[in-house]
């Protein structure tokens, strides 16, 4: 009987190590390339648009790791999804004759670029949906909607969206360079006037379009998510730790325009400009972590697990028993 117990248990161990990706054998992933090659075929010209924007635009350069994030959700998936029987729904070959129909009419009839791109994650969810069914769809739908932190925005969307960034950015640095004896700091919009010892300084301070925060806002709301997804707990702290992405970059943003103040005006103007200037935007981004994770290490340790606590006094009166 204890032969059979034994045998059993290695047999899940050996099905538990045997359920991996190279189980789905080789037609598997030649159906997985012929559908990612005519992925690429249909949006080819998008596609490339996107990542020449990755390259050349390092407000969006976090875009290389959106997809990466993608596949490590996929593979946390791997043992639920290796179980499931796919199983065809013609529901999705409708939701992708519908995306193609808006492709085409966005091309020809309203010709706005940004919903050229967006276009690409719906029509990958409508793949999914057809070819293995609404069970498949429940373990790859944020993958795919994750996708859209890679999509960048519309030029003139992105830069509506940086002005009042910078407006705050500066209201809140100029009261604060104001608290130094001699010097009086006062925003106009994004610009910061500075008198220092009486002294006008020339130029004023300009809180530019890089030092909106917005980069860091994308790339911290992306690994926000991220991080809340992986991360095993309550899910009030979930969504309170992405909703702490916003203005968590709103305060690293702040202290970076502060920063550089405090640099242009009681230093050296030429170390508040260039790879001096970037640098310390870089540095912004482990601040934000550092922040996020406090919070979500305070969380932890604001309620206590009654299941852990249970454990414990089980086993100090077991302890007590066994010497008693």
Known sequence: MQDVELNSMDGNKLSEQELGWSSLGVHTYIKIALLAAAVYGVFHIEIYSIVSKWVTDSSWSHG????????????????????????????????????????????????????????????????????????LVKY?????????????????VYERMTIPLRQLAAAISAQILSLVSGLEATSVGAMIDVVYKGVRLEPALDVAEACSGM????????????????????????????????????????????????????????????????????????????LYGLLAWFMSNLTVDESQTQKQEELIIRRKDSQG
């Open 64 to 135: 290389f790791i959106i997809p990466l994030f993608s596949l490590y959700f996929i593979n946390q998936q791997k043992k639920e999804l290796l179980r499931i029987k796919p199983q065809t729904n013609w529901l999705g070959l409708v939701f992708l004759l519908c995306c193609l129909g808006f492709y085409v009419l966005v091309i020809y009839v309203y010709k706005f670029g940004y919903f050229k791109s967006i276009v690409i994650i719906p029509a990958i969810g409508s793949i999914v949906l057809f070819i293995g069914g609404w069970r």
């Open 215 to 290: 980069r860091l806002l994308m790339a911290f709301f992306a690994l926000g998510v991220a991080m809340a997804y992986l991360h095993y707990r309550p899910i009030w702290q979930r969504l309170v730790l992405l909703a702490s992405t916003l203005p968590i970059a709103i305060l690293c943003n702040i202290v970076r325009v502060t920063i550089t103040g405090f640099i242009y005006i009681l230093w050296d103007p030429k170390y508040a400009q260039g790879i001096y200037h970037d640098t310390l935007g870089l540095l912004m981004l482990p601040l934000a972590f550092g």
């Open 140 to 156: 790859l739908w944020l993958p795919i909607v994750y996708l859209i932190f890679a999509i960048p925005l519309p030029n003139e």
